[in-house]
């Protein structure tokens, strides 16, 4: 079983102890009605193809690195559809898309050189999806206790987060580094998240996009909602999530059908 012995120091965000949301001025006004009464008392959130819209950074940071290996480009589209299992895993892809699998040494190379890069320059071209910002202030308001799970690199996560001013909305942040080899699907990273929120089985909720947030999910033992607008991979109705919505604004309504 997962302890917090097991966080590398400084890998796991906690918001300090009655630190406060900011409210955005305007959330009223696009959420005409109150949040649900229910047994959730936490929302987790995927980041990527959730909460922001990475992928052109993510697509810099690939083609900047294919082009150092002599590689040719990918587009925008082929590169978003390699993202949600972690940096590694989406080097891997560029360059199985451009040509085949190098040598273990340029390959682990190249992904700590993205990582370098990509650390500096993740916030550069994201931007929260429509909602985003809105639906964090207005689940904080209402009382709800707020996690990002990712299986992005924690230090690039805080960059987004903050730059985008999600952060300050946020009780806890797991990167995808925060538990040594543990990233989504495993449902120990969203354990991580509830543990540190003080959320059970039935007082949660994971908020993603795609199967590894609903298989996280279910190994955890609470519902997922998928976000069709995300990095879905193909149709949102095949990932098996208990509801779906279309934007943010749905969430509510979502909040009230789950079972």
């Avoid at 909720?205 to 879905?232: K, L, S």
Wanted: glycine residues 10%; aromatic residues 6%.
């Amino acid at each position: 079983m997962w302890n917090s012995g097991s966080f590398r120091a400084g890998r796991c965000y906690r918001a300090p102890k009655g630190a406060k949301s900011k409210i955005v001025t305007d959330s009223y006004e696009k959420w005409c009605h109150k949040m649900p009464s229910s047994n959730i008392k936490a929302v987790l959130f995927d980041l990527d193809g959730t909460l922001v819209d990475s992928a052109p950074d993510l697509h810099v940071a690939a083609n900047r690195i294919m082009a150092e290996e002599g590689r040719g480009q990918i587009d925008l589209p082929a590169v978003t559809n390699m993202i949600g299992d972690g940096v590694p895993k989406l080097v891997e892809r560029a360059f199985e898309a451009t040509g085949g699998m190098p040598d273990a040494t340029t390959y682990d190379n190249a992904v700590k050189r993205f990582l370098n890069f990509y650390a500096d320059h993740a916030a550069d071209l994201t931007r929260p999806f429509p909602g985003g910002v809105e639906v964090l202030a207005r689940l904080k308001e209402a009382g709800y206790d707020l996690a990002v799970c990712t299986n992005k690199p924690y230090d690039a996560t805080m960059e987004i987060l903050g730059a985008l001013g999600l952060d300050i909305h946020l009780d806890v942040v797991i990167g995808g580094d925060t538990i040594p080899g543990v990233k989504k699907p495993d449902p120990r990273h969203l354990q991580a998240a509830l543990d540190n929120l003080g959320a059970g089985q039935g007082e949660a909720v994971m908020v993603g996009d795609n199967a590894n947030d609903v298989n996280a999910a279910r190994g955890t033992g609470i519902p997922v909602i998928v976000a069709r607008f995300g990095y879905t991979k193909g149709p949102a109705e095949n990932l098996g999530a208990d509801l779906i919505i279309d934007h943010f604004d749905d969430l509510p309504a979502a909040f009230e059908q789950l079972p």
